[in-house]
Structure formats: C-alpha cells, structure tokens
C-alpha cells in the first residue's frame, strides 16, 4: 500500500470530524501495520472498497469514545452504546470513507454498506499481501479512535 492511498484517510477523517462533530482530531501516534490476526476495541465498522482498488476502511474505538463521538454527531448526549450510536458510527465511517475515496484521485472506487460490530475481544484478520494500516487518532473531548485501511490494487 502506498503513503498516497493513507493520506487522504487521515485528511478525510480530520475534515469530516470538523465538519460533522465540531472538532478536530490529530493523530496520537505512529503509523502501525497489522499483519495476520490482532485485537480491535469493543466498536469497530468497516466498509468495503471495490473498483480500481480493493480493500477496506475501518473505524475502531471504546464504548464511551463512541457514544460521545455520536453524540456530538447528533447534538445531545448519549450514555450508552445502543442501535443509534452503533448506526452513527456507521454513518460517520461512510462519510469519511466517502471523502477519502474522493480525494483519491484517479481511482474509481465504490463503496460497500457500512458493517458496525460491538463486544469485547474482537478481532481482525489482515492478509499479508495486504496488511492495515492503522492510524491513531485523538478527537478532543470524544477521545482516542483508530481508522485504519487496507487495499490493494491488483
């Protein structure tokens, strides 16, 4: 995977968050590249990527990081996680994977339906040929979050 196919997921994230949440969230550490099986938090969504690429964005974070994420989202405080926060982050995920495909210049790319699950003990399976690429995040007074991306063009 290329630096070019990650920065528009970080751009797209940052701009949505501004947008739609009223905040502006910065990376909170390195770049991680997960290979083979390994652990996600207790809300994950994931969309599918197809056309010139294939692959997928995921969105990860705890409990209380999604209801305050959604809840910004939605203007009113939300204190536990239920099918509104799950499809909220859903919906936020579909509009960051939808701004970082447009950014994404000379590919076409179609986006899947949005998938959120919620439990303790997830975890992801990355193909070696294509790993994730997990970046770090931090939304002011929402909290720590991962977005993450995998593709391939081939």
């Known amino acids: 995977m290329k630096s070019?196919?990650?920065?528009?997921?970080?751009?797209?994230?940052i701009q949505t968050y501004k947008t739609m949440?009223?905040?502006?969230?910065?990376?909170?550490?390195?770049?991680?590249?997960?290979?083979g099986v390994f652990d996600v938090t207790d809300i994950t969504g994931v969309i599918g990527?197809?056309?010139?690429?294939?692959?997928a964005m995921?969105?990860?974070?705890?409990?209380?990081?999604?209801?305050?994420t959604v809840g910004s989202f939605l203007e009113k405080e939300i204190p536990e996680v239920d099918d509104e926060v799950l499809d909220g982050i859903g919906e936020i995920l579909n509009i960051i994977a939808g701004a970082a495909a447009a950014k994404l210049s000379g590919y076409k790319i179609q986006l899947g339906l949005p998938t959120v699950l919620q439990g303790k003990d997830q975890r992801m399976f990355a193909n070696i040929a294509t790993p994730w690429i997990i970046i770090p995040m931090n939304a002011p007074g929402a909290g720590r979050f991962d977005i993450a991306i995998t593709m391939d063009e081939g």
């Open 4 to 13: 070019e196919h990650i920065n528009p997921c970080i751009e797209a994230t």
């Open 21 to 35: 949440l009223k905040v502006t969230p910065v990376r909170s550490g390195d770049l991680a590249v997960k290979m």
């Open 49 to 55: 990527l197809s056309g010139t690429v294939k692959g």
């Open 58 to 68: 995921m969105l990860t974070m705890e409990k209380a990081v999604a209801c305050k």
